[in-house]
């Protein structure tokens, strides 16, 4: 385990990784720890498309009133329609299910009235009318509601405002739980690590890692990554890509950090998990969840040498630096 911050009480966790590198497992395995709850599934709004750290941007290095409100609307739409209709396929939960009803809706309302400055009624055309200018007659207009987001010239104020929905959600379902600390599941935490310390400072995040080969083919059996080797390919190469040059310039050395091998857990499991545990600021605990080589290696056969060859020539400069060979 590469990084360890001692401290007295065990701060958030986010958990990051590529996709089928582990990252479920290893988010289940510390949620089993009796001081950290595990939130039961990716919550998707703090580093999706229309989640926080797009209208962190929106709000205040690219804020105009349009720019503004789109973010406003994309982030109404995620928080109160796609993440409320939609359950998760393995654990059966809507996000506000998996955090808790109450914590969830008292952060989304609360959230609102702190970044919206005022709204209003704008007139449009009617459906139908036929007309397309604003001097159209009474008859031929409708209107609607409109919001002019605040601006934040300080961005460390709207920050605040979101870490306040986060702690509600997150370090609400914790207490429910028993717990002093919560642990974020979501892979893509992967490219946006800078914005996750901005928002909550004293997190540690967890990088899990698994050999890239392996990881293309994981990627090739699921419903929503490319049935192809070559798409598969075109989808992570970026993705290693990012991280990688974000990395060569990253100052990890004054952060809560830790990067972990998915085989290295299987190989030594209760000394790798002690010094897990121990990255996390928390003391060793024996989990009935583990990893398992088994579980990591079988599909070490699933291409044919040519196949190989190619995904290994690909990222030829990926391995190694992910620390393989």
Request: glycine share 8%; charged share 25%; aromatic share 10%.
């Amino acid at each position: 385990m590469v990084g360890y911050f001692p401290v007295n009480l065990p701060s958030p966790i986010f958990v990051a990784g590529t996709g089928r590198s582990g990252t479920s497992q290893l988010a289940d395995i510390l949620g089993e720890h009796p001081e950290i709850h595990r939130i039961p599934i990716e919550t998707r709004f703090l580093v999706d498309p229309g989640g926080f750290r797009d209208l962190a941007d929106a709000l205040t290095v690219r804020y105009d009133p349009y720019v503004g409100d789109d973010a406003l609307r994309r982030l109404s739409d995620l928080l109160t329609v796609r993440l409320v209709g939609r359950k998760d396929i393995d654990r059966g939960h809507t996000v506000p299910e998996a955090i808790g009803e109450r914590h969830y809706w008292n952060a989304v309302g609360r959230l609102w009235s702190e970044l919206v400055a005022t709204t209003f009624d704008e007139s449009v055309p009617a459906a139908g009318s036929g007309h397309t200018d604003w001097a159209a007659g009474p008859f031929e207009r409708q209107s609607r509601r409109r919001a002019i987001p605040r601006y934040f010239g300080d961005r460390s104020e709207l920050l605040k405002t979101l870490r306040r929905s986060v702690d509600e959600m997150f370090g609400g379902a914790a207490a429910d739980a028993g717990k002093p600390a919560w642990c974020e599941k979501t892979p893509f935490n992967l490219l946006c690590m800078e914005f996750l310390w901005e928002l909550v400072p004293e997190a540690t995040i967890v990088h899990i890692k698994r050999h890239p080969v392996a990881v293309v083919a994981s990627h090739v059996d699921q419903p929503w990554a490319p049935s192809t080797v070559e798409g598969v390919l075109a989808w992570l190469k970026p993705i290693y890509d990012r991280w990688l040059t974000w990395k060569a310039t990253a100052d990890l050395g004054s952060r809560r950090y830790g990067e972990v091998k998915a085989e290295d857990l299987a190989a030594d499991w209760p000394t790798r998990r002690e010094a897990l545990f121990e990255s996390v600021g928390v003391d060793d605990f024996a989990t009935t969840s583990t990893f398992h080589l088994r579980g990591l290696t079988h599909r070490d056969g699933q291409f044919d040498s040519t196949t190989r060859t190619l995904i290994e020539r690909t990222l030829a400069d990926v391995i190694p630096a992910m620390g393989y060979t």
